[in-house]
């Protein structure tokens, strides 16, 4: 009994470091890609200190206040959205040893809590009662509807070849041959959802310049610093998720497989952080025609295929 | 003792928040309060060893709620959902309704005889209930499925194109405004045009008419006579 209960202590307590240390790095990757696009000179340690420096900053600013806003709902937001964050990475196998919950209906738990994204971030914008703030809320749920289908469907797919919704089987069925290749569609449409589901770079619609920052519009000290923190841990989340699934998880030659998994995470959360260097961002319309016409399509000719190959498999 | 205290916690949560519902008196507040009571159902599902019903229902009502708090906004011409209103109306057709369905349900647990059957913790309640979904009854739930999809299909066909401000496609029509014989107004813009240039029309600083090169004579408005009033 007391073992059992400080195995779970343990566990959550990698969830958290994890959460907490792929957050700071994702900080600093932000720093260091905004430096070296810019043509500054990267010196190390300001830029490792930089993302803490900044994070003082807002924890020691005085916070604004709106006119007659829902001040429950408000402090909710950014802790709904870090939980569901942890929620997700919870579920994640970190090696084949450390799996912090092990579900039979993992990757569907975590379907459910990115789902509750579009209810974290339109409280968020809805709470302070404050016009812009307000149509960026209600430009998220347009949003949220639209890559939600997608998302949800390349992630069934990669559960098509292990014949289970748990993702110890998921990653395990990519012994031989990762998803990445064996669906191809698969990584290109998840990477471009968990984009606009974490609001980040290209797709931070909900945090755009022309609704003047949107759902972050009211927010100052802590309060922004919370949200930019729970932001940052749901791209860790989607990262990890997406390493597990698409990229064999802790699967690998030499290195021990936490490492590997690591690496794997690393590199998905580098090119989701990228992301806000190098592309423009995308207008509403155009990016909620292109989830509906293009990447929906695409989804499910990516779903059909991996079934396919999972029933040719089976025979 | 620790999955009571869990279940009882999320019962109490389940009931709190749907009573919260209707005292509320914000459209939005009650529907996520609606969906805090789901997912204390859908907890108590997992519990009971539906996981994977439990976690489609939190996931289904997730977006559901947020739609449900949408189309509130959006009927109820409260632009904001923030404004506070009253929820509750009818009060007593509804506490008769309230009472009526309270009291069935109570005599269903109370007189139906439930299956007694302790499920084994090893039972692989997800693969069965795919098997059941795809298996025997898998005409049923298909049959069910796409009636629903047509019935969604239908109905976006029905608003998407002709909406009640004019063809979704063109934008919408401004309403129609019939200058006063004796202003002073420009009334070379066609009245039927979309948003920008009818609301020009419509400016205390009109532009001159050889500025705007789209008028042709096709465009030109029926009231042009009086121009010259």
Same mark, same amino acid.
């Given at each position: 009994m007391v073992g059992e209960a400080l195995s779970t202590a343990g566990l959550a307590l990698a969830v958290v470091a994890v959460m907490i240390g792929g957050t700071y790095v994702a900080a600093v990757l932000d720093v260091l890609f905004t430096r070296l696009t810019m043509r500054v000179a990267v010196r190390p340690l300001a830029a490792a200190a930089l993302p803490l420096r900044r994070a003082a900053q807002l924890a020691l600013q005085r916070r604004t206040l709106t006119e007659r806003p829902d001040a429950g709902t408000w402090a909710l937001a950014p802790a709904v959205l870090a939980a569901l964050a942890a929620v997700s990475l919870a579920v994640v196998p970190l090696t084949g040893t450390l799996i912090p919950v092990e579900a039979d209906t993992g990757i569907v738990v975590f379907a459910a809590a990115m789902a509750l994204v579009v209810v974290a971030v339109y409280l968020q914008g809805w709470s302070p009662n404050s016009p812009l703030s307000l149509v960026a809320a209600y430009r998220f749920v347009a949003e949220g509807l639209s890559y939600e289908i997608p998302f949800a469907v390349v992630l069934i797919g990669t559960a098509l070849p292990a014949r289970s919704l748990a993702l110890v089987p998921i990653v395990t069925?990519?012994?031989? =041959?990762w998803n990445v290749i064996r669906q191809p569609l698969g990584l290109p449409v998840y990477l471009i959802t968990v984009l606009a589901l974490s609001f980040? #770079? +290209? =797709?931070?619609l909900p945090e755009g310049q022309d609704v003047a920052g949107g759902t972050s519009l009211e927010l100052s000290g802590v309060p922004r610093l919370l949200w930019r923190v729970a932001q940052l841990n749901v791209l860790v989340a989607v990262s990890a998720m997406g390493a597990a699934v698409f990229l064999g998880g802790w699967l690998g030659p030499w290195l021990p497989g936490g490492v590997w998994m690591a690496l794997k995470t690393l590199f998905l959360l580098a090119l989701l952080v990228a992301s806000r260097q190098f592309f423009a961002r995308v207008r509403t319309e155009s990016f909620v025609v292109v989830a509906w016409t293009v990447l929906t399509p695409l989804a499910l000719v990516d779903v059909f295929l991996a079934g396919i190959q999972a029933m040719v498999a089976a025979r | 003792m620790i999955a009571d205290a869990v279940f009882w916690i999320l019962a109490v949560l389940a009931v709190f928040s749907a009573w919260r519902v209707f005292r509320t008196d914000s459209m939005v507040r009650a529907a996520y309060w609606l969906l805090v009571s789901f997912v204390g159902v859908g907890l108590i599902m997992v519990m009971l060893k539906a996981e994977f019903l439990g976690v489609i229902l939190i996931l289904m009502m997730g977006g559901e709620m947020t739609i449900m708090a949408v189309f509130m906004v959006m009927f109820m011409?409260? +632009?904001? #959902?923030l404004n506070p209103m009253i929820m509750v109306h009818q009060n007593r057709a509804a506490m008769a309704a309230g009472f009526g369905s309270f009291a069935l349900l109570s005599a269903v647990g109370l007189f139906a005889r439930f299956p007694a059957s302790v499920v084994a913790p090893t039972a692989r309640a997800t693969a069965e209930l795919g098997t059941e979904l795809l298996g025997d009854s898998m005409l049923v739930f298909q049959t069910a499925g796409v009636t629903l999809l047509a019935a969604m299909i239908g109905a976006v066909a029905l608003v998407s194109v002709r909406g009640r401000f004019g063809p979704a496609d063109e934008g919408s029509d401004a309403p129609e405004q019939q200058p006063a014989a004796d202003a002073d107004v420009d009334s070379s813009a066609p009245p039927s045009s979309t948003g920008p240039s009818s609301s020009a029309a419509s400016s205390p600083t009109p532009p001159a008419p050889s500025t705007t090169p789209e008028v042709t004579e096709g465009a030109m408005p029926a009231d042009h006579s009086h121009e010259g009033a």
């Open positions: 069925s990519q012994e031989h =041959l980040w #770079g +290209p =797709l931070a | 011409m409260n +632009p904001a #959902g």
